[in-house]
């Protein structure tokens, strides 16, 4: 499970930084952790910044959640 985690994490990471999104601060995604079943997955990330940014970043990364998902799925194959 490590390194399922892991991996979501590289790919997660590399799909943030291609999103344009103005909102998006100054991010990095601290780590994965996906369940036994490997349907579901929590990614967590920091944001460097005000209250504002933060909230911002937030907004950002929950628009482009189904695109974040789609190419994690074409990415990862188990």
Known sequence: MRKVNELVREVVADDVVDLK?????????TGAETSPDLRHAVVYYSVLGSD???????????????????????????
């Open 21 to 29: 999104d103005p909102r998006i601060g100054c991010l990095t995604i």
């Open 52 to 78: 504002e940014e933060k909230t911002g970043t937030a907004a950002a990364l929950d628009s482009a959640r189904s695109r974040i998902q789609s190419v994690l799925g074409g990415e990862t194959r188990m």
